[in-house]
């Protein structure tokens, strides 16, 4: 027996490189000291070893790199030298960070990750140095506030008042930005600086919190508290010391949880965004304890999210919170579909997709990704957005340089700065392609080169280049999207390959891989309706992964919309009346009242609209700075 745990031991040692893989990339196995207790089927790639190549994702990515280069030090930190008794003459940014504003410090953690991200995802250097020097910064005031290793924009009395009940708006929230940031500068620029600060952090939130009955900690548990228990695991992790796992069970939530446990949908009214990283918190907490009851939280909180609460672009939530059971025909305001919740979601559905390599996690992994977050940022500026409405005749409202600073400014940073963590996966044998994004993958272990040529969408073909020194014996799993109900073609090195996979599968092409092996792959794209749970009537126009929007022209649209400080000044800007959702389909096809634009991928025309009148459909993510519909009453 004991040779059995021994056994057991060195297996999991082993398998060490990969406790990161549902979060952090295998790079930094020599930071890791807690091994997986579970196994998972696939894992991830390290985010250098993926680089973008030109496309819409490459240039949403540029343009975040440049806000967050962009953005001024002293001002990220004023409030934080503030509150610590620090000179500085800089202003205080406006929006959610003004000094007056109890969420003040949020965004520095989002910056921070967002820099660690943006430089693995790029090697330029630019990105780390600035982060560095953020840590540094950071470490002064923690040091000065001497405060057992707290450190804040805001006083401690703000988690005192917390945990006594008393109204104050989410400190633990905004902590939470600020160790996950620390931990990822640790983690993807190699800031040891960073895991000093955040080890000091989390002393101070034992010291703090240990003492606290099960009672005072279900108070504190009302008030939303992000991503703390994830925070906690993903530090356990690192440092392997057990007053970070006892934190992160300090922060279980029972009343939202144990429902979940029970595989019970009682979301309704909940709101939706303090949710979404406790379930994420589960799923670490799975992997690095192994406790089922964890597992079954994550996947069945997923599974109802998608089945009841899940519009066509992959989004959820109605004013941020969920509604009832599949209600959604119902909820189509201006408030729909906080970016923030598809962040948090797209995190969840990466810990399960790891776990069970299920194509489902892929599918929709994709649906939210091309139809919410890559059009979520305005082309033009880089700016992002809170909601995406889906009132008829709304418009995408985006943040300010300056002044806006929403939980999805900070959510974004990170949104784009990420978009190649998974285009691919890899299990022991073999490599998953899941993404269809033009992308280069250096798979160094196997000694082997993907590039990926493509302009999906637009088109439906991509193709795999593959280069390599040596024969290169494996399987390469493609993923056969669930909407390719037209069938799909393969060829290696200009030969058909027969496919027996249906869609919502993988095709599995199994050989002897060469230099100069190239495969394509080709999935007929078509028109489908994307109807709501509850009303079949009430339905979004797709063309194969991709959301249509119907083009509602700019009337209205006028300085400084689409630019906003509050996120609800949208609210102020009336819809002209002469909008409307209803559309003349005459009981036929979809082929039969929309039809493709000759020579303009991706652009459509119904052939009689709103009283008649022809409109313009094209893809939702590339819609900025005009009015749209998404959801159409079918007459």
């Known amino acids: 027996m004991k040779k059995i745990k021994i056994c057991i031991f060195l297996i999991l040692l082993f398998l060490s490189p990969f406790v990161s893989t549902a979060q952090y990339?295998?790079?930094?196995?020599?930071?890791?000291?807690?091994?997986?207790?579970?196994?998972?089927?696939?894992?991830?790639?390290?985010?250098?070893?993926?680089?973008?190549?030109?496309?819409?994702?490459?240039?949403?990515?540029?343009?975040?790199?440049?806000?967050?280069?962009?953005?001024?030090?002293?001002?990220?930190l004023h409030s934080f030298r503030i509150n610590a008794g620090i000179k500085t003459n800089a202003t205080a940014l406006g929006g959610w960070e003004e000094l007056d504003g109890e969420l003040r410090g949020h965004t520095i953690g989002h910056v921070l990750s967002g820099l660690a991200l943006m430089y693995a995802s790029t090697g330029d250097i630019a990105y780390k140095n600035k982060g560095d020097s953020l840590v540094t910064a950071l470490a002064e005031c923690q040091k000065?506030?001497?405060?057992?290793?707290?450190?804040?924009?805001?006083?401690?009395?703000?988690?005192?008042?917390?945990?006594?009940?008393?109204?104050v708006w989410a400190p633990w929230y905004t902590l939470h930005k600020i160790f996950a940031g620390m931990i990822d500068m640790y983690l993807y620029a190699d800031n040891a600086e960073a895991l000093d600060v955040v080890n000091k952090m989390s002393s101070w939130a034992y010291k703090k919190l240990s003492t606290l009955t099960p009672e005072q900690l279900a108070v504190m548990h009302k008030t939303e508290f992000g991503g703390m228990i994830e925070a906690f695991y993903n530090l356990y992790s690192i440092t392997g010391n057990k007053n970070d796992l006892k934190l992160a069970d300090m922060f279980y939530h029972h009343a939202v949880l144990d429902p979940l446990a029970q595989q019970q949908d009682k979301l309704n009214r909940l709101h939706a965004n303090t949710q979404f990283p406790k379930i994420i918190g589960e799923a670490r907490g799975y992997e690095l304890t192994g406790n089922e009851n964890q597992k079954t939280i994550a996947s069945f909180f997923w599974q109802t999210v998608i089945?009841?609460?899940?519009?066509?672009?992959?989004?959820?939530?109605?004013?941020?919170?969920?509604?009832?059971?599949?209600?959604?025909?119902?909820?189509?305001?201006?408030?729909t579909t906080e970016s923030c919740n598809t962040y948090n979601m797209l995190k969840l559905t990466k810990h399960l997709f790891?776990?069970?390599?299920?194509?489902?996690?892929?599918?929709?992994?994709?649906?939210?990704?091309?139809?919410?977050?890559?059009?979520?940022?305005d082309p033009e500026t880089g700016m992002v957005c809170y909601f995406m409405p889906f009132k008829p005749g709304s418009f995408k409202v985006y943040s300010t340089p300056l002044n806006s600073f929403w939980c999805c400014v900070g959510t974004g940073f990170e949104n784009h700065a990420k978009y190649s963590e998974a285009i691919y996966f890899h299990d022991d044998k073999g490599l998953y392609v899941n993404l269809f994004i033009p992308s280069?993958?250096?798979w160094k272990q196997k000694g082997i080169k993907i590039t990926q040529v493509t302009n999906y969408p637009e088109e439906p073909k991509t193709i795999l280049n593959i280069e390599t020194?040596?024969?290169?014996?494996?399987?390469?799993?493609?993923?056969?999207?669930?909407?390719?109900?037209?069938?799909?073609?393969?060829?290696?090195?200009?030969?058909?390959?027969?496919?027996?996979?249906?869609?919502?599968?993988?095709?599995?092409?199994?050989?002897?891989?060469?230099?100069?092996?190239?495969i394509e792959i080709t999935y007929p794209m078509s028109l489908h309706l994307i109807a709501t749970p509850d009303n079949p009537k009430k339905a979004a126009i797709a063309y194969g992964p991709v959301v249509l929007a119907g083009a509602m022209g700019t009337e209205g649209i006028n300085d400084p919309a689409p630019f906003a400080k509050d996120q609800n000044d949208l609210n102020k800007y009336p819809i002209p009346s002469d909008i409307?959702?209803?559309?003349?389909?005459?009981?036929?096809?979809?082929?039969?009242?929309?039809?493709?634009?000759?020579?303009?991928?991706?652009?459509?025309?119904?052939?009689?609209?709103?009283?008649?009148?022809?409109?313009?459909?094209?893809?939702?993510?590339?819609?900025?700075?005009?009015?749209y519909v998404i959801y159409w009453d079918l007459k």
């Open 25 to 76: 990339p295998g790079q930094y196995k020599e930071k890791i000291k807690m091994p997986l207790q579970t196994s998972l089927k696939v894992y991830s790639f390290d985010l250098q070893d993926v680089r973008l190549l030109d496309s819409r994702f490459k240039e949403n990515m540029d343009r975040n790199g440049k806000w967050l280069l962009s953005m001024d030090i002293n001002r990220l």
């Open 144 to 167: 000065i506030l001497n405060q057992d290793g707290y450190l804040s924009a805001f006083p401690q009395n703000f988690i005192d008042r917390v945990i006594a009940g008393t109204d």
């Open 307 to 335: 089945n009841n609460h899940t519009y066509a672009t992959g989004g959820n939530s109605d004013n941020e919170h969920f509604s009832e059971l599949g209600k959604l025909s119902q909820h189509m305001s201006v408030r």
């Open 354 to 377: 790891s776990w069970y390599a299920d194509a489902k996690y892929a599918d929709y992994y994709e649906q939210a990704l091309y139809n919410h977050i890559l059009g979520s940022q």
């Open 440 to 442: 280069e993958l250096n």
């Open 469 to 518: 020194n040596h024969v290169v014996d494996m399987p390469v799993y493609i993923r056969y999207p669930s909407w390719a109900v037209s069938g799909a073609s393969v060829k290696i090195n200009g030969k058909n390959i027969s496919v027996n996979q249906k869609p919502g599968s993988y095709i599995v092409l199994n050989r002897k891989w060469k230099n100069d092996d190239k």
């Open 580 to 627: 409307s959702a209803q559309l003349n389909t005459n009981g036929g096809n979809i082929t039969d009242w929309v039809k493709p634009v000759a020579n303009q991928p991706l652009l459509f025309t119904t052939v009689k609209g709103i009283n008649s009148k022809e409109i313009t459909l094209k893809p939702y993510y590339a819609i900025s700075r005009e009015r």
